[in-house]
């Protein structure tokens, strides 16, 4: 499984940014797909899921606000972020889980100035 994210750039507070993450490779098996975060000086961490059978959860400091979903005619997941602030800044990990193995994208820097 590859992945290549995309759809980061600088936003001011208020605004929103469409990440994408497409996906390629042996996809048949996917059971969860996901996007991370990691701020500078910080630890990575998880922003949404997206489970087998529509399942989303979402990190508390972004529901409501963002929005996780796929394209499977695409392969491609998405993260729909509105109301972006500046503790939003990080670069974004798109991640898929399949056989017991994990695949990551390369980041895609989000920068939110106040």
């Known amino acids: 499984v590859q992945l290549q994210a995309s759809g980061g750039g600088l936003v001011q507070a208020g605004g929103s940014l469409r990440l994408s993450c497409a996906a390629s490779?042996?996809?048949?098996?996917?059971?969860?797909m996901a996007w991370y975060r990691q701020a500078p000086g910080k630890h990575r961490e998880l922003v949404a899921v997206?489970?087998?059978?529509?399942?989303?959860k979402y990190a508390d400091s972004v529901k409501g606000r963002f929005t996780i979903s796929e394209d499977n005619a695409k392969n491609t997941l998405y993260l729909q972020m509105n109301s972006l602030k500046p503790e939003d800044t990080a670069v974004y990990y798109c991640?898929?889980?399949?056989?017991?193995?994990?695949?990551w994208g390369q980041g895609t820097l989000v920068t939110v100035s106040s």
């Open positions: 997206l489970s087998s059978g529509d399942t989303t």
């Open positions: 991640y898929a889980y399949q056989d017991l193995t994990g695949y």
């Open positions: 490779g042996s996809l048949i098996s996917v059971n969860n």
